[in-house]
């Protein structure tokens, strides 16, 4: 009876070996596929209870921390924003909240946010048995210029319109403002009602990050990209004459400029100076299709930004048929494109980036929020690192744009504006996008830097609709209050 | 060394896993729990300490690792139940206590354990009746009868049964095992016993199909059914028969399956717990949570009390007034059916098989203890109460880990919950019987007891 026995005890070890087998396919093998099922909130309960880092901005102003919530050894981490007026930072910074999911800077810094680190970090964090915790993040947006952006565009636009800032830093690419008009407070989003609320008002959504993800319209702030392609490609220079007569026929179908005015043979510097579109146009043309795309390349157009933010609140800038972005090889009238009509939608970040990459000799640098960040033992893990995109076009070609866009402010289009540094201390071109010929509406647009010399910060400031105005008149104020804020603080 | 010393030596590795595993919760969880709960697991091991002096007294042959080992389990059981709930370690520790009275009870009372083979028609029959009996009372929880009430007292008949068949079906093998095997027919190459003396085990059969059917317990029915075929090979030596038994159980479990939807839903379940997302059939959560607590462990586990467990702040449920553990923990049932699950959670992968080695090591001195018995109801005996308590064991954790269909069974010393405690430690005392008898030098035999079978 005793070989039997031991066949059974071989049994049971083949048994308990299988049950073995099994354990370690759920705890190892397939661990990592069961952590990431939607049934499982494990994940989702155990990211609530490390409490995420503080946000603040570069001037001190906290903009979102984690409060507990109910009480025990573990508690759970509720966001808060405690800013007075959350609306204002509410694009771009956004919301991190279980129902309603994470977006804007809480979803592009997540990790740093909520302190997830390589796995040697965390496995020494674990022998030490430190919880783990997020890290803090100081962003490069400054709030007093912020606040001055969001408060002038209110003053602008009326109810149900849109509009936007952005400034940036040329020489290191810090966003230091990026304004979104209507806002929102991330607080409410909490509550999933208002939530959808929020999301279904439609073009007016105030959830919508208009400086990233708006596509409009640039108007004539396009001619900045056409006279840095031209120059940079020696196809003319400052004191080339063209015809500018008024209209004049590109592609097929006839041009006019703004009130019909015809200005006869003129030089690049007065064509800019008063923004003649035949003149631009027909540099346009002559630059031609393939050459004037791959200069719109090197100013970040035709891809998304390389902004450290989230991918689906980003849209790239470039020639639309239908949503989607036209190649070298499709039938695109080009001098139409130059002069910021056809069908070439611009993002105001996109545009900011062009006057900052002027300002800053010709490199694009990389746009970015992040100015700091810190663990929470106070040490800094992250700083802010300028770091270059493309060369757009050379130094030099970059100092004649400037001299020329200065001209815009100083005796052109822009000359009602002026910023604190002093007089001929700002470069500019101002936009003006109809929209809507009969009814009189238009898209203002003003994109500039200053001061000229040592250029300390670039803008972009764009209203996405006001009846018979000008980007001068409406746009150019807005951004050279936000300029002051920012040269003077 | 003799055996009882080694014994003693044994309950070392004891006392540190209750040393530490208490110090270890306590210092996780020290906001939550008194100091005083500490005393829970010196109690354990004073515990363990008295029942080891009365095996020195009374079974000083006895079999010097089958106690050992069954404290070393009951001492992960104390441990994780400590880390479950404070208050539920208390109770733990009583009952077992309560294990250790029964235990007791049983090597001062049945030290002639082959008294029970006169007893075994009554022991069948009261076996079978405890069973049905939460059938009887009408006492349905998820469908199955598993319980019985008896005033403040429930219980499990199912853990009693176990042992009480176990009982039977040795006796009745080993007076019938040579008619089984010898007597038998060859019919196309296939043997068939004579029917008189195939007819009790047919009956098994019957009843453990009829349990599936009436009391829906899939966990037991596999548990006994398991354990029969196992006595039954020892007892004949013919694989065929356990294939044919083996054949007609599932073709009864696969039929009665199919028309019971308790079980249909486990099975399905089984197959695929993820399956029907929203619409998945009641109870799928329950393996999820199963799956996903072992998914959090790794191979070390997240450390003792450090795992989720208790649903935190807002996601605590507003309406469990029972309170944790049975209701608003993550993973249902932590304390009981998935207690495993809990195991590799905080123990990790290591923590579950070391677990699972401690089962291994038990059913080694088991059926060591069958091979050594000198005479056929012992062995039967031994090998069969080893056979169901290992069987028992794979049922539990095979149903938590996703190898076989979940089923309500308790894992033997681990769980919490006093008729597993006091069920398995009367197996245990049961074995250490065998195994003393077995052991005993010839010079301290009776006369005539080398010839197997009782002392006349």
């Known amino acids: ?489 | 060394m003799s055996a009882r010393n080694r014994e003693l030596l044994a309950l070392l590795p004891v006392a540190l896993l209750v040393i530490g595993g208490f110090s270890a919760v306590f210092i996780v969880e020290s906001e939550q729990i008194g100091d005083l709960s500490l005393i829970y697991g010196g109690y354990f091991f004073a515990l363990c300490l008295i029942a080891h002096v009365l095996i020195r007294i009374r079974l000083p042959d006895a079999d010097p690792y089958l106690f050992p080992l069954a404290a070393l389990l009951a001492a992960v059981g104390m441990v994780v139940v400590y880390r479950i709930d404070d208050g539920l370690a208390g109770r733990q520790a009583s009952l077992f206590l309560l294990g250790l009275v029964f235990f007791a009870a049983t090597i001062i009372w049945l030290r002639d354990y082959r008294a029970l083979e006169r007893y075994r028609y009554l022991i069948a029959v009261g076996s079978i009746v405890l069973l049905f009996s939460p059938f009887l009372l009408r006492n349905q929880v998820n469908e199955a009868y598993l319980q019985v009430n008896l005033g403040p007292l429930s219980f499990q008949p199912s853990e009693f049964a176990k042992i009480g068949v176990i009982v039977f079906l040795a006796s009745y093998l080993a007076e019938n095992r040579e008619m089984l095997s010898v007597a038998a027919r060859k019919f196309l190459g296939i043997t068939i016993p004579p029917l008189k003396h195939f007819g009790p085990l047919i009956a098994v059969w019957g009843a453990a199909m009829l349990m599936l059917f009436v009391v829906r317990d899939l966990g037991s029915s596999v548990m006994f059914f398991g354990g029969f075929l196992a006595v039954l090979y020892v007892a004949t030596s013919r694989l065929s028969y356990v294939i044919a038994g083996l054949g007609l159980f599932l073709a009864g479990a696969g039929f009665l399956a199919r028309r019971t939807p308790h079980v249909q839903d486990r099975v399905d379940i089984w197959l695929d717990p993820f399956a029907g997302g929203k619409n998945a059939p009641e109870g799928a959560g329950q393996i999820q949570q199963s799956l996903f607590a072992q998914a959090d462990g790794g191979l070390f586990g997240t450390g003792l009390g450090e795992s989720l467990l208790r649903l935190p702040g807002p996601f605590f449920p507003p309406d469990c007034t029972e309170g944790f553990p049975f209701c608003g923990s993550i993973l249902p049932e932590p304390h009981t059916d998935f207690i495993y699950a809990v195991v590799v959670s905080e123990l990790g992968l290591f923590g579950g098989a070391g677990l699972v080695l401690i089962y291994a090591l038990l059913a080694a001195r088991g059926f060591k203890t069958a091979l050594i018995a000198r005479d056929a109801f012992s062995k039967l005996l031994a090998a069969g109460l080893t056979a169901v308590f290992a069987l028992q064991t794979f049922v539990i954790i095979g149903g938590v880990t996703k190898v076989i269909p979940l089923t309500g069974v308790t894992l033997p010393f681990v769980s919490y919950g006093g008729t597993s405690v006091v069920a398995n430690m009367i197996l245990i005392a049961l074995l250490m019987l065998i195994s003393n008898d077995a052991r005993r030098p010839r010079s301290r035999r009776l006369p005539g007891e080398d010839l197997g079978g009782a002392p006349a």
């Open chain 1, 1 to 489: 009876m005793n070989a039997p026995v031991v066949r059974l005890y071989a049994l049971v070890l083949l048994l308990f070996g299988l049950l073995v087998y099994f354990t370690s396919k759920w705890a190892v093998f397939d661990a990592e596929s069961l952590e990431q099922r939607p049934e499982n909130r494990r994940p989702l309960i155990a990211e609530q209870q490390i409490p995420r880092g503080d946000i603040t901005t570069a001037d001190g102003v906290l903009l979102a921390e984690s409060l507990p919530q109910g009480q025990g050894r573990r508690p759970v981490f509720v966001r808060r924003y405690p800013a007075p007026d959350p609306a204002t930072f509410g694009n771009p910074v956004g919301y991190s909240f279980v129902d309603v999911g994470r977006t804007g800077i809480e979803l592009s810094e997540n990790r740093l946010l909520s302190g997830e680190q390589n796995e040697f970090a965390s496995i020494l964090d674990q022998l030490r048995d430190v919880p783990p915790e997020g890290a803090d993040i100081t962003l490069t947006i400054d709030a007093e210029a912020q606040r001055t952006a969001v408060q002038a565009l209110q003053s602008a636009v009326g109810p149900g319109v849109g509009g936007s800032v952005v400034a940036l830093e040329p020489d290191t690419g810090a966003v230091k403002v990026m304004a979104s008009v209507p806002g929102f407070d991330p607080n409410v989003v909490r509550n999933e009602q208002t939530f959808s609320q929020l999301s279904e008002q439609g073009t007016t959504s105030p959830l919508f990050n208009r400086p990233t993800q708006g596509t409009y319209e640039p108007g004539s702030t396009m001619k900045v990209v056409t006279v840095a392609a031209a120059l940079d490609s020696a196809e003319v220079d400052p004191d080339t004459t063209i015809n500018a007569d008024s209209p004049k026929e590109i592609s097929g179908f006839p041009l006019e400029n703004s009130g019909g005015q015809s200005f006869g043979e003129i030089d690049a510097t007065s064509a800019l100076t008063n923004s003649v579109n035949t003149y631009w146009a027909q540099v346009g043309e002559r630059l031609g299709t393939g050459t004037y795309l791959s200069y719109m390349d090197r100013f970040g157009f035709n891809t998304d930004p390389p902004l450290d933010y989230p991918d689906d609140q980003m849209a790239p800038s470039g020639v639309y048929e239908a949503g989607r972005l036209l190649g070298s090889g499709a039938a695109i009238d080009i001098g139409r494109v130059a002069i910021g009509q056809e069908r070439l939608l611009a993002t105001p970040l996109q545009m900011a980036e062009v006057a900052a990459t002027i300002a800053n000799g010709g490199t694009l640098m990389k746009p970015t929020f992040l100015l700091e960040a810190k663990d929470p033992d106070g040490r800094t893990i992250r700083e802010l690192d300028a770091d270059p995109e493309s060369r757009a076009i050379s130094e030099e070609t970059a100092a004649q744009v400037a001299e020329m866009m200065t001209n815009v402010a100083n005796e052109g289009t822009a000359s009602g504006l002026s910023v604190s540094t002093g007089a001929g201390t700002l470069a500019g071109k101002t936009g003006t996008a109809e929209i809507d010929v009969e009814q009189r509406l238009n898209r203002a647009w003003f994109i500039g830097f200053a001061p000229v010399d040592e250029p300390q910060i670039a803008v972009a400031a764009m209203i996405e609709r006001c009846t018979a105005c000008f980007g001068g008149e409406v746009a150019g104020p807005i951004a050279t209050e936000v300029m002051n804020t920012l040269l003077e603080g």
